[in-house]
């Protein structure tokens, strides 16, 4: 018995969904019928790819890595019958994961325009602006395939002690200094720099982490420092609308999207000993989608100006 590409298809539709009986309905086929077909895969294997239990469908290790040969299989085949036998490309998938930058949504849009530039007019593709945790767990169930955060000298050992447990790897985009954002009619917005001092009559924006409000977590270096004005949210456009309503700054990474900002906001390098490293997170040895590939090649273009490691290479040339 051989693995044949309908089976690999209606597993990797049983991973994304979760659920032999959801997978079934969306399938159109019956449920005993899909079940049969991922253990006649898995028989043929010899190696057990899902876990079963009373909260749904999960993958093994070897699962995981089989879904990354089972989706190249397929993309293979599309482009195949795309190119010689004329027939129309399926449905692009990609999911995304992000902590709360504008440059993640500036790529996530470069890569949707070139995928219509390209003729393909059917996609689901999905941008999660997550906490923390839920990043590192979106890309661990393989919610999402990968996943962008950040680390730096105060949680970098932690992080990475997580994503080693989990079989995530840390790919690294840029090395960032710190800025702060703040409205564009802030007080501050004029300076060449501000410094701590600067910034404690001002409120201090950062991104609430729920359950998981570990300071490791935080989404914002600084984060241990005392700030007499504090205020927790829960997405960017609230916290672009308190820096202009309340004049509050966040810390970020400096890099200012005015496609998706307009002049509101600005930049302002922040007066620390400290940098901040963006990079995306995957599952390891798991090979990504060309949509996925896409986008992260996207991400490499916007924040590349903004790697000060290029800037020390090039200044020691």
């Not at 693995?3 to 019956?30: D, H, M, P, R």
């Not at 795309?82 to 992000?98: F, G, N, Q, V, Y």
């Not at 917005?189 to 001092?197: G, I, K, M, T």
């Not at 490791?216 to 609230?238: Q, W």
Request: charged content about 25%.
């Amino acid at each position: 018995m051989t693995i044949s590409l309908q089976q690999l298809k209606y597993f990797i539709e049983v991973a994304k969904i979760g659920s032999i009986n959801q997978a079934a309905e969306i399938l159109y086929i019956t449920q005993p019928s899909l079940s049969k077909s991922i253990k006649d895969i898995e028989i043929e294997v010899g190696l057990p790819l899902l876990q079963r239990s009373s909260k749904g469908i999960s993958l093994t290790a070897e699962g995981t890595e089989f879904l990354g040969y089972a989706r190249q299989v397929v993309e293979q085949s599309d482009l195949l019958e795309a190119r010689w036998l004329d027939k129309k490309p399926s449905r692009k998938l990609c999911a995304i994961s992000t902590q709360h930058y504008a440059f993640a949504v500036n790529a996530f849009v470069n890569m949707v325009k070139k995928t219509e530039s390209q003729g393909i007019d059917e996609y689901e593709y999905t941008l999660r602006e997550a906490r923390t945790y839920e990043i590192i767990e979106d890309v661990k169930a393989l919610r999402s395939e990968l996943g962008i955060l950040y680390k730096n000298s105060y949680n970098a050992n932690v992080i990475d002690k997580i994503l080693k447990e989990n079989r995530l790897t840390f790919h690294s985009l840029f090395l960032a200094e710190p800025h702060i954002f703040v409205s564009s009619t802030n007080p501050l917005a004029d300076r060449q720099f501000v410094s701590l001092e600067d910034l404690e009559k001002f409120p201090r924006l950062s991104y609430e982490q729920g359950e998981h409000n570990s300071f490791y977590f935080s989404e914002e270096i600084l984060s241990t420092v005392y700030a007499k004005k504090d205020i927790k949210v829960g997405d960017r456009a609230t916290i672009f609308n308190l820096m202009i309503g309340l004049n509050g700054y966040t810390i970020s990474t400096g890099i200012v999207s005015q496609d998706l900002n307009g002049d509101n906001i600005v930049a302002i390098p922040l007066a620390v000993d400290d940098n901040i490293e963006i990079g995306w997170i995957s599952l390891n040895d798991f090979q990504l989608t060309r949509q996925a590939e896409l986008y992260i090649k996207e991400l490499e273009e916007i924040v590349h100006p903004f790697d000060i490691r290029e800037s020390k290479k090039n200044s020691d040339d």
